[in-house]
Every structure is written in C-alpha cells, then in structure tokens.
C-alpha cells in the first residue's frame, strides 16, 4: 500500500474520538436546519462556524445528511442486490470505484442516512490509478458476478484524467468474467444516470433522479469488514 484514497494527514486530527463527537452534535443542528427547509450548505456554513468546524469536517457532515423526505424517498427506490438476477446495471463509474478504493486503502468512510458509504475523496477533474484500483475493480465486478446480472454498463467522465487508462484497466480485468460489459466515457455521466433503474452510485444527485439503485458498496464493506463513522443519530 503507497497511498491512502481520499486521506489528508490532518484527519488523524479531524476525526479524532473528540472531533467526531463534537461532529455528531454539529450534525443533529444541520439535520434540523434543513428538515426545516434551508439549504444543506448554507446550513453547514453556519453550523460549522458555531462549532468551529474545518472544511474536512463540514464536508464530511454535508456528505452524511439528507432531509428526512429525501431519506425516504432514497430507500423506497433502493433495490437488494439478491433482487439482480438476469437484470443490467448502470453504474457511476468514478464515484463507486474511487469509494472502493478508500475502502482498500483503509481510508475514511461515512455511514450517511440514506443507508450510503461516502468518502471524502474529491476528485475535480484529476485521477490517478493507485495501488488498490486493480482489487477495487475486481471486487465491483465479482460482486456482480455473484448477484447473477446478465450486463453492467459502466460509466466513466470524459473530462477526468486518466478516465482512458480506467477504462482500459476495466475491460483488461473484466475478461475474468461472464456477464456482458459495456465502457463508455461521457461528458455527462449524471444525466446520463437519471431516469435508469438498477444505478450504482452513492452521488446524492442521482439518488434523487433514478428509477432505483443498488447499495453495492455496503455489500463490498461485509466483504472487507472495513469500518466506517456515522455523524447522525
């Protein structure tokens, strides 16, 4: 292991034992703010102002909620992975294996409300493969391979770079196995997510645009036995 996905050297500070605590309380004052109505960043800005937050720490606050109706709405479109069988997946290329990647890595990840792992990986148009991208990739598609699927379509963005060695490394590695696989790169790959059913992702934005999605990397996580920190209650 030569990197952690996602990992800055002032989390050990950021989420210390003492850090998250004060987090969850910050949390419970976000969640209220925005059930309410207001704006979830505007609502972490002045939360996290009062609590003194760093930026690590609100993102990782902002990442973890949703409003009690989007909660909802989320789970009711949430799709078991048993229920796969004979079906195709679209799936949020960068964001499910960068997440993957944190997980192998022994990074950062948040149980967020809507029943997601999120990190804190920040991607902004720069990605490089690490150590782990290989293990990550295999993982997506044996987990896939277990649940039966017929197909997995998976999406990479156009403008990231190195979206072209990604997807070179994908189909090498998706030889192993026998369901069909297609690899686009887009320049949209949001919108080319909404209105389609059986989506993995955990992008807050998609959750709210697809027909259903699947919760893969929680079924990743009983694989590794990874841990993850939960800021609400």
């Known amino acids: 292991m030569n990197a952690k996905r996602g990992y800055v050297p002032e989390d050990e500070r950021n989420f210390s034992v003492e850090a998250i605590h004060i987090m969850q309380i910050a949390s419970r004052h976000v969640r209220y703010l925005i059930n309410e109505g207001y704006d979830l960043k505007q609502a972490s800005t002045f939360v996290g102002n009062h609590f003194l937050l760093s930026e690590r720490q609100r993102l990782a606050v902002m990442r973890s909620l949703a409003t009690d109706e989007q909660h909802a ?68 598609l044996q987990t896939l391979q277990k649940a039966r699927i017929s197909k997995a379509t998976i999406l990479l963005d156009e403008p990231v770079s190195n979206s072209g060695r990604l997807k070179a490394l994908i189909a090498n590695i998706g030889e192993e196995f026998a369901f069909g696989l297609d690899i686009q790169i887009l320049r949209n790959v949001d919108r080319s997510l909404y209105g389609r059913e059986n989506v993995i992702t955990s992008d807050s934005v998609i959750l709210d645009h697809c027909v259903s999605w699947v919760n893969l990397a929680v079924e990743c996580m009983k694989e590794t036995g990874a841990q993850s920190i939960q800021l609400w209650n």
């Open 73 to 140: 709405v989320r789970q009711s479109r949430q799709v078991q992975i048993s229920d796969l069988e004979g079906k195709e997946v679209w799936i949020d290329g960068f964001n499910t294996i960068i997440t993957l990647e944190v997980m192998l890595s022994e990074g950062i990840l948040f149980e967020c409300m809507d029943g997601t792992i999120r990190d804190l990986a920040a991607l902004r148009g720069t990605y490089r493969l690490i150590s782990e991208t290989s293990e990550a990739v295999r993982m997506l």
